[in-house]
């Protein structure tokens, strides 16, 4: 689907698709692991005395309060915004949950396509596809891919920039 205005018209909206529903287990797991680390260290605290009362009991509520909504929302709102898009001109992609972040790379500057599974990733049957582009501000990474789907961006991207006379430059 080409866009006559270019890669910038493509910020005037979100990208067209989400990532798989899955990713939301991925990153719950995740945030769960960072939270009970986070609530054991401070429930250890609260337990040896070496905070003076009150502020040992509000350190281990603060804790606690971090790490539920750690786990319940953080990974619902990541879904939310998580989303990707490639057309024949850009790869367009917006992350985050508290800040926020859209990118446009242009096809042309594109350089290298990479797909990532580690071990939660390979166990949910998901990936993630990075983007290298020839650009200051860094890479493009859609994370919680169904496997299917990032073998087929990897490839998609593979054949839209061998076609494109630009050298990734």
Same mark, same amino acid.
């Given at each position: 689907m080409?866009?006559?205005?270019?890669?910038?018209?493509?910020l005037?909206?979100?990208?067209?698709?989400?990532?798989s529903p899955?990713?939301k287990?991925?990153w *719950?797991?995740?945030?769960?692991?960072?939270g009970?680390?986070?609530? $054991?260290?401070?429930?250890?605290?609260? *337990?040896?005395?070496?905070i003076p009362?009150?502020?040992? !009991?509000?350190l281990?509520?603060?804790? =606690? =309060?971090?790490?539920?909504?750690?786990i319940?929302? =953080?990974?619902q709102w990541?879904?939310?915004?998580?989303?990707?898009e490639? !057309?024949?001109?850009?790869?367009?992609t917006?992350?985050g949950?508290?800040?926020?972040?859209?990118?446009? +790379?242009? #096809?042309?500057?594109?350089?290298?396509?990479d797909?990532?599974r580690?071990?939660?990733?390979q166990?949910?049957?998901l990936? !993630? =596809? %990075? #983007?290298? %582009?020839?650009?200051?501000? $860094?890479?493009?990474r #859609?994370? $919680?891919?169904?496997?299917?789907?990032?073998?087929?961006?990897v490839?998609?991207l593979t %054949?839209? +920039?061998?076609?494109?006379?630009?050298d990734? %430059?």
């Open positions: 080409s866009h006559p205005d270019g890669p910038a018209a493509l005037q909206r979100e990208p067209a698709h989400r990532v899955r990713a287990v991925m *719950t797991i995740s945030e769960a692991i960072g009970v680390i986070i609530a $054991g260290l401070a429930f250890w605290l609260w *337990t040896r005395d070496w009362a009150p502020w040992d !009991t509000v281990l509520v603060l804790a =606690v =309060v971090e790490a539920v909504v750690s319940v929302v =953080v990974p990541r879904f939310r915004v998580h989303r990707w490639i !057309t024949p001109e850009a790869v367009y917006q992350h949950w508290l800040s926020q972040e859209r990118r446009v +790379a242009p #096809i042309p500057r594109i350089q290298t396509v797909t990532e580690g071990p939660l990733a166990l949910l049957r990936s !993630t =596809v %990075t #983007i290298t %582009t020839a650009s200051a501000k $860094g890479e493009l #859609i994370a $919680g891919l169904e496997r299917a789907d990032a073998d087929r961006i490839a998609e %054949t839209i +920039a061998a076609a494109d006379d630009g990734g %430059t």
